[in-house]
């Protein structure tokens, strides 16, 4: 094969590495497989290019715009996927783990489009919450929204998922609307490139809304300010020399760290051998040993089990290691491949040596394992090993010193406490998990890890057939840590969005608000129009457009043939004297529900029409008891649409109902689909 000159992507042209390029090893053969590193790039035009070319392009799309192109984007890799493998095999990865890079990958952007979709606007400002009512007579109020920034996201990358790493992070900053500079890992940024060479290919992104740094980021750091955010996700080492650059901290530029963290396991005293959840614990532990030979930063770093299995784990885990076989990447029965470079390597050596002064080796030997097609001399494989240690209170390395690779620490614990104790030890970290039926024991190590810990997995044999595994971030949850860990948070659906965009607390009338968000905030204008709302299409309805309806009286007759009818004959609705007992009533009340049904036999325009179905009720409250003889009236009012797709959209409608003294009874949002 030919090496890869992995170009860098700069202004909308592929830029040749330059000289003083580094040649980069296939993890498995040792032989040259790519050059990387450039010269030429001219880092302040390139910021300029997003800021001007590529910000503006996406601002002026809506986040349902930009959702879609997302979309497309994942549907575009997902043909590719072939493509992507094959050189992924180079840096040391078996399909499976690539599978969890390239497959994980696409299918966070997907899950990051769909959220954009059903939980972002079809517009450009986003909405934080409820409005707040800030005055008395409510002319004034106030709500939090948010915004693109107008610079450029800067994501520096880990080598261990060229292409997750990468897709992680573009998804949640191109819904936002900023443009993003990729700056993967040297080692692996030949996956990187043809991942971003794929996307540029599809025509799906507007110039400028990605470009691609391979090698050095030159003086763009320099070059960043308060409108720019920094996302790293690497070492702690690297993530406390970058973000202590003297231009982040004067600018206030946002710094997102992902770093390394000793990521820790716990065996509740119920699952001991012989449970199921026994043998889950040991196929998890597995698993992060050897996937991606351990090259994880989610992977387990710390195995805490109850002082008494501490020896059936160690042979438990023995035996499940001894089925797995390291050899070549491709190689169909290699369970577990190379390390990405001959230098990772010597990393993982040289840390073991440190953390078998506190922990001796039980299982595994750098020196002497078996290797199915591949010459150990060349590639850069060790076998998946386990240390334990005896006196992990006293140990400080094992709690402190990430091994990047297949190498993790059985310790015991004596009791609850003591396993939060030596879980928080890692000085916070991404997940911890803990394999367990007692909720009880759930609740303690919430309780008492949880502040250290971004994610706590929990299992056990009613979630295991289901659970998505320990060391597995998922698009839907934030991915991220305390202390060690970096301080970071990612992901967690429109959570991660939000990292790339300024929130701002607008104040002003309710016009004002409705018109900014294109929502409609009570009190605002109403807009009154000659037909019923329901006979118009979803692309006619206008926001703020009210329908006001006739009276309805509610009798005691009504009350009771709801009654009978429904089977609800709560004491409050039925017996007088019982109801006048409870605090809360003045004596006999109709049931909300029966509010609910002649409010909609009030507004309901009954014809075949543009409203294709009621999806359901939000934010309900019933505000005032309605006692027989009371006279109905109700508001109802286009409060927000939401496209769905070109067939029909959501509308969500205000409604009050409001008695003969004009006081509201009850008030919630309708949602309807209604067609476009
Ligand atoms: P690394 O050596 O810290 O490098 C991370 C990134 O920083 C690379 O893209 C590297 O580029 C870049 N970099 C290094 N020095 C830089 C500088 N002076 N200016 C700008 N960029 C610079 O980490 P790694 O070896 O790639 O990854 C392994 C580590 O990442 C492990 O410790 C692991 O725990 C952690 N990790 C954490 C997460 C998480 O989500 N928390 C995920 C994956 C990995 P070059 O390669 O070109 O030097």
């Not at 993890?27 to 497989?33: I, M």
């Not at 989610?298 to 089990?305: G, H, S």
């Not at 929130?503 to 129009?529: C, F, H, Y």
């Amino acid at each position: 094969m030919s090496l890869i000159g992995v170009q860098s992507f700069a202004c909308g042209r592929w830029v040749d590495p330059g000289a003083g390029a580094v040649v980069i090893a296939d993890a498995a053969t040792g032989a040259p497989v790519a050059r990387v590193g450039n010269a030429a790039l001219d880092t302040g035009a390139m910021r300029d290019y997003a800021r001007m070319t590529g910000g503006p392009a996406l601002r002026q799309m809506t986040f349902h715009d930009r959702a879609r192109m997302l979309k497309s984007l994942a549907l575009h890799l997902d043909q590719h996927r072939d493509a992507l493998y094959e050189l992924s095999y180079h840096t040391g990865a078996t399909l499976a783990d690539s599978r969890i890079d390239i497959d994980g990958g696409i299918a966070t952007v997907f899950v990051i489009a769909s959220k954009g979709r059903r939980e972002m606007p079809d517009d450009h400002v986003y909405l934080d919450g409820p409005p707040e009512a800030l005055s008395r007579g409510g002319s004034f109020m106030g709500q939090h929204v948010a915004t693109p920034l107008r610079g450029v996201a800067l994501h520096i990358n880990a080598f261990n998922f060229p292409v997750w790493g990468m897709l992680e992070k573009l998804a949640p900053a191109l819904l936002a609307g900023m443009p993003v500079i990729v700056k993967p890992a040297s080692t692996t940024s030949y996956v990187t490139e043809a991942c971003v060479r794929l996307m540029i290919q599809s025509d799906i992104l507007p110039s400028g809304a990605v470009q691609l740094i391979a090698g050095g980021v030159g003086d763009l750091m320099s070059r960043l300010d308060c409108q720019d955010v920094v996302s790293f996700t690497g070492s702690a080492a690297t993530a406390r020399h970058l973000r202590s650059a003297d231009q982040l901290i004067g600018a206030s530029v946002r710094f997102i760290a992902e770093q390394d963290s000793l990521n820790a396991s716990v065996l509740g005293p119920d699952a001991g051998p012989g449970t199921p959840e026994f043998d889950l614990f040991i196929r998890e532990v597995h698993r992060e040993l050897t996937v991606k030979a351990g090259q994880k930063c989610t992977a387990i770093r710390r195995i805490i089990v109850p002082d008494a299995h501490v020896g059936p784990v160690i042979a438990a885990l023995e035996a499940e290691i001894a089925k797995t076989r390291i050899g070549a990447p491709k190689l169909a029965t290699t369970g577990m491949g190379a390390l990405v470079s001959s230098a990772q390597k010597q990393d993982v050596l040289d840390g073991l040596a440190l953390l078998e002064k506190e922990a001796p080796r039980v299982i595994g030997d750098p020196a002497r394992f078996e290797l199915d097609g591949a010459d150990p001399a060349r590639g850069a494989f060790l076998p998946p090993m386990v240390l334990c240690c005896d006196d992990p209170d006293a140990a400080r390395q094992v709690h402190e010193t990430e091994l990047f690779g297949p190498v993790s620490t059985v310790m015991g614990y004596r009791d609850t406490k003591h396993a939060i104790d030596l879980v928080n030890r890692g000085g916070g970290s991404l997940v911890a998990s803990l394999i367990t039926g007692d909720p009880d024991m759930a609740k303690e190590v919430v309780m008492g890890a949880g502040a250290y810990h971004g994610r706590i997995y929990i299992n056990n044999r009613d979630s295991m057939a289901e659970a998505t595994g320990h060391g597995a971030p998922l698009p839907h949850m934030i991915h991220g840590g305390p202390g060690r860990a970096g301080g970071g948070e990612e992901l967690g659906g429109i959570r991660g969005v939000m990292h790339y965009m300024q929130r701002t607390a607008i104040q002003g009338s309710p016009d004002m608000l409705s018109g900014v968000g294109r929502r409609w905030v009570p009190g605002a204008s109403e807009i009154t129009k000659a037909d019923h709302p329901f006979t118009r299409r979803f692309d006619q309805l206008e926001i703020g457009e009210t329908l006001h309806t006739a009276t309805r009286e509610v009798t005691s007759k009504d009350i009771e043939t709801f009654a009978a009818f429904t089977g609800d004959r709560f004491y409050a609705h039925m017996d007088d004297a019982a109801a006048r007992r409870n605090p809360f009533f003045p004596g006999r009340v109709a049931h909300g529900y029966l509010l609910l049904s002649f409010a909609a036999g009030l507004f309901v325009q009954p014809d075949e029409g543009p409203v294709l179905a009621n999806t359901g009720l939000a934010n309900l409250r019933f505000l005032k008891p309605v006692e027989p003889g009371s006279q109905l009236r109700v508001r109802l009012a286009v409060m927000q649409k939401t496209p769905r797709n070109d067939e029909y959209g959501e509308v969500r409608w205000h409604v009050t109902i409001r008695d003969q003294v004009d006081e509201a009874v009850a008030e919630y949002e309708l949602l309807t689909m209604n067609a476009r």
